[in-house]
């Protein structure tokens, strides 16, 4: 499984925002260091970056900049969400449509696959919660449930709706799948 650049490209960008370049070529220099990967790869929006190689530069970057603190995960999911949606952001179309439902249904999954290559992400809107399904994992790691928790949060809020998430089910603790819950709210 890879990950599109774009998640790298945008947390590039938002600890350069928050920390400073020299923070970041720091960070990478160490990175490059513990892994050659990072050292020999120009890493654009649109390289696929090996799954396992994403972990570790999160685990990496969480450990480096967040103090190990794993809720940071949350925070990287909603500001790739809000990036990528964004009026100037290369995924701005899914928002094209005004109905929820359809949003949630279709636009949601197509979203995931310009992200992964593997995987398979069934969302459905009933009775005002959003439910959120994700199978085909190679790799248990609090990574992808916090991340893309937030990412799912944070695109419903782009699309108007606010939202109280709930994981109903988590690889990590020993589950087939990640099951995420999300009870809208009035925005």
Same mark, same amino acid.
């Given at each position: 499984? /890879?990950?599109?650049?774009?998640?790298f =490209?945008?947390?590039?960008?938002t600890? %350069?925002?928050?920390f400073?370049e *020299? #923070?970041?070529? $720091? @960070?990478?220099?160490?990175?490059? *260091?513990?892994?050659?990967? !990072?050292?020999?790869? +120009? %890493?654009?929006?649109i390289?696929l970056?090996?799954?396992?190689k =994403?972990v570790?530069f @999160?685990?990496?970057? +969480?450990d480096?900049?967040f103090n190990?603190?794993? /809720?940071?995960?949350v925070?990287?999911?909603?500001?790739?969400a809000? @990036?990528?949606?964004?009026?100037?952001?290369p995924?701005?179309?899914y928002?094209?449509?005004?109905?929820?439902? *359809?949003?949630?249904? $279709?636009?949601?999954?197509k979203?995931?696959?310009?992200?992964?290559?593997?995987?398979i992400?069934?969302? #459905?809107?009933?009775n /005002?919660?959003?439910?959120?399904?994700?199978?085909? !994992?190679? +790799?248990k790691?609090?990574?992808y449930?916090?991340?893309?928790m937030g990412?799912?949060? *944070?695109t419903?809020?782009?699309?108007?709706?606010k939202?109280?998430a709930?994981?109903v089910r988590?690889?990590?603790k020993?589950?087939?799948? %990640?099951? !995420?819950?999300?009870?809208?709210k009035?925005?």
């Amino acid at each position: 499984m /890879n990950v599109k650049g774009t998640v790298f =490209t945008t947390t590039k960008a938002t600890v %350069i925002e928050a920390f400073g370049e *020299q #923070r970041w070529i $720091s @960070f990478m220099a160490k990175l490059a *260091q513990k892994d050659k990967y !990072f050292k020999n790869n +120009i %890493i654009m929006s649109i390289t696929l970056i090996p799954l396992d190689k =994403t972990v570790i530069f @999160f685990d990496e970057l +969480i450990d480096e900049c967040f103090n190990g603190d794993k /809720n940071a995960y949350v925070m990287f999911g909603m500001v790739g969400a809000k @990036f990528g949606l964004s009026p100037k952001g290369p995924y701005q179309s899914y928002l094209l449509t005004k109905d929820i439902k *359809q949003f949630v249904e $279709s636009a949601l999954p197509k979203l995931w696959e310009t992200y992964y290559d593997a995987g398979i992400v069934t969302t #459905r809107l009933e009775n /005002n919660v959003v439910y959120v399904k994700i199978t085909g !994992f190679p +790799i248990k790691h609090v990574y992808y449930e916090k991340l893309l928790m937030g990412f799912f949060k *944070q695109t419903l809020k782009v699309f108007g709706k606010k939202s109280i998430a709930t994981m109903v089910r988590s690889l990590t603790k020993g589950d087939d799948d %990640i099951y !995420f819950k999300y009870e809208l709210k009035d925005s």
